[in-house]
Structure formats: structure tokens, C-alpha cells
């Protein structure tokens, strides 16, 4: 491999920190982009909080996208599992009359039965039965997830290992899975969208912020093939891979 010195810059400005889940460091300089989904996750949710008096949003990051979905229920509440996005929650949404609590499992919610009229969950996994535990009767659950073949692309040209774990999650596994549980579905939608990297270094960003896509990640362990997609960007521009999105509305019966 022939010494190219905008890729060793990339491999040097991918080791900048990442917090919460922001990624405006790429996404507003323009380095990735994303194909559009038919359905908006937040034009759904928000006139169901407008009408809830009390709500959970599960799996909050950083608090970045609850803290846009004001006003809020007199009762809100926020989980978060991933350690170093507890502190950036709560710094940015305490102040705004949000709880925020660090969690093991999404099967064990801190919570009373019946606590919420509304739960929201962006891309956290979740306990069907656990959820419905603490939503009231008629309570509505929303939920946008991430499908088991998302980003499987990244892994291919990597050469590293598929994790099959989630290969089974995908729409019609989850709606099946709801409906046991005690669930009417009132809505349910899936796509497979297309993610476009401008630059290897907002691809790297980008690895950093999911470790669990290619387990332990390290650059160097892997700069043969990190290079032949940044050989594929010089070429045509940008390298795109394909994500994998499900939503469902459902009702607690």
C-alpha cells in the first residue's frame, strides 16, 4: 500500500471521542448522508406525548432526541443502559424535569406496573412483557428498531465476522412477538435505507459509535481493507451500505 496522506489524516481524526449519540460531527459537515425513510419516527411520537401524562423513553442516548419533543407529560422518565451516556443524559435533561436512570436489562425497568400512558423507544431493545408491565391499560408503545441485517455490508467489506444473533429481528418476528404478549398493533412498517459515506474517516466515526457491529475494532487490525473502501471513495465518491429500520405502534390490550 502506497503512502497516501489523506488516509493516514482519516486513521489519525477517527480517534477524536465520541459522546451520547451525536453524530452532528459528520453528519453536519455533510461526510454522511441517509437515504429517507417513508415514515418520520418523531412526527409520530410527538402528538402522542402532546396528548400523555406520563411517558418513558427508552434507551436515551445522550438525551439529544427527547430533549427536542418538548413540551413534555407532567411525568417523564428516560433509561439508559450504556454507562458513559448517563452523565450527558441527565446534564442535559434533568433541568428540563426528566428522570433519568442507569439500567442493566431492558427486562427489568425500575418502574411500578402501570406507570406510563406512553413509552417511547428509538433503537433500544426492549422486553415485550416487561413493557407492557408498566404501560396503563390502553397504554401505546412506539417503537423504531434497527433490523438484524443493518450495516451487514460494513462487515462484508471489512472481512469480519457477521454476528447472527439478530438475524431473526426483523418486522414480522417483532409483531408476532408483541401480539403474544398482550398487544394490538396499530401500525407496522419496514425499509431499508440507504447510508452514503463521503470520507473513510466518518466511516471510522462511525464504527466507533456501534462497537457491536464488528466486535473489538481496531484499525489496525483491519487497514488492508479500510483502505481498499477508501480506494473505492476516491473513485466514485462514496461508499454506501444498507441499514435496516422497522416500526411499530402498538396498543396494550
Known amino acids: 500500500m502506497l503512502k497516501d496522506q489523506s488516509f493516514e489524516s482519516y486513521l489519525i481524526e477517527s480517534e477524536k471521542p465520541f459522546l451520547g449519540w451525536d453524530f452532528s460531527y459528520i453528519t453536519e459537515t455533510g461526510r454522511v448522508s441517509y437515504s429517507l425513510l417513508s415514515w418520520s419516527y418523531g412526527s409520530m411520537v410527538l402528538p402522542l406525548i402532546q396528548k400523555s401524562t406520563s411517558m418513558l423513553?427508552?434507551?436515551?442516548?445522550?438525551?439529544?432526541?427527547?430533549?427536542?419533543?418538548?413540551?413534555?407529560?407532567?411525568?417523564?422518565?428516560?433509561?439508559?443502559?450504556?454507562p458513559p451516556n448517563v452523565p450527558v443524559a441527565k446534564e442535559r435533561l434533568e433541568p428540563l424535569g426528566v428522570e433519568v436512570y442507569q439500567i442493566g436489562e431492558d427486562d427489568l425497568l425500575p418502574f411500578d406496573d402501570h406507570q406510563f400512558d406512553l413509552i417511547i423507544n428509538?433503537?433500544?431493545?426492549?422486553?415485550?412483557?416487561?413493557?407492557?408491565?408498566?404501560?396503563?391499560?390502553?397504554?401505546?408503545?412506539?417503537?423504531?428498531?434497527?433490523?438484524?441485517?443493518?450495516?451487514?455490508?460494513?462487515?462484508?467489506?471489512?472481512?469480519?465476522?457477521?454476528?447472527?444473533?439478530f438475524s431473526h429481528w426483523e418486522l414480522a418476528y417483532a409483531e408476532k412477538e408483541l401480539r403474544e404478549n398482550g398487544f394490538?398493533?396499530?401500525?407496522?412498517?419496514?425499509?431499508?435505507?440507504?447510508?452514503?459515506?463521503?470520507?473513510?474517516?466518518?466511516?471510522?466515526?462511525?464504527?466507533?459509535?456501534?462497537?457491536?457491529?464488528?466486535?473489538?475494532?481496531?484499525?489496525?487490525?483491519?487497514?488492508?481493507?479500510?483502505y481498499k473502501i477508501h480506494e473505492i471513495i476516491q473513485l466514485k465518491g462514496y461508499f454506501d451500505v444498507k441499514q435496516h429500520r422497522f416500526l411499530l405502534k402498538a396498543k396494550k390490550k
Open 57 to 82: 423513553d427508552m434507551g436515551t442516548g445522550g438525551g439529544e432526541f427527547l430533549s427536542k419533543l418538548q413540551p413534555f407529560p407532567e411525568k417523564v422518565c428516560a433509561t439508559e443502559g450504556y
Open 122 to 165: 428509538k433503537h433500544e431493545s426492549y422486553s415485550p412483557s416487561e413493557v407492557r408491565r408498566v404501560l396503563t391499560d390502553d397504554g401505546i408503545f412506539v417503537t423504531q428498531q434497527v433490523g438484524g441485517s443493518d450495516y451487514v455490508d460494513i462487515n462484508y467489506a471489512l472481512g469480519a465476522p457477521v454476528n447472527d444473533e
Open 184 to 226: 394490538e398493533i396499530l401500525e407496522a412498517k419496514e425499509e431499508f435505507p440507504i447510508q452514503r459515506f463521503y470520507d473513510i474517516g466518518a466511516l471510522l466515526y462511525y464504527l466507533k459509535a456501534i462497537p457491536w457491529q464488528v466486535p473489538d475494532f481496531k484499525s489496525e487490525n483491519y487497514i488492508a481493507q479500510l
